[in-house]
């Protein structure tokens, strides 16, 4: 028994490191993407040093909130979901379709309570631009992951 303790500490100790390795790549990716969204609303946005200021902070705000309360949670059910769809039954559908629900109407409240806190701080005109560069930065994005999967095959 004594020759396996270490072997045991030595196994517990790379699963830990290993866990905490990825958990921090996963938040890295994150924080790149949070970066380069940040960068491009705002080079193609015109704001006064004020209200980037603002932006800046209720952006963080937002997106630290969105990926914590939703994206990661809806992650994690269409992970396990992806496990289990052989053997779902019509109740466990039905239960993950609610809960798929509450989070995207949890998600758009989120937006909404977003846009109020700019409309307070920035012009309805500049606000609207930035909703206007934030859905191009999406497509732009989508778009590149299409194309890099496109030249793997």
Partial sequence: ??????????????VLISNTVWSQEEKSRFEEL???????????????SKELEAYKCI?????????????????????????????????SASAYISKLDAF???????????NERLLKKISPKKVLNILYQEKRFDQELLNRIKNKSKKRK
Avoid: C
Avoid at 34 to 48: C, D, G, P, R, V
């Fill in 1 to 14: 028994m004594k020759t396996k303790t270490p072997y045991l500490l030595l196994l517990l100790a790379g």
């Fill in 104 to 114: 995207e109407i949890k998600g758009l409240e989120m937006k909404h309570e977003r």
């Fill in 59 to 91: 952006f963080e705000d937002y997106e630290n909130a969105y990926h914590n309360e939703i994206w990661t949670k809806v992650r994690q059910m269409r992970k396990a979901l992806r496990k289990s769809m052989d053997t779902l039954d019509t109740a």
């Fill in 34 to 48: 949070k970066a380069w969204k940040l960068s491009y609303i705002i080079e193609n946005t015109e704001m006064n």
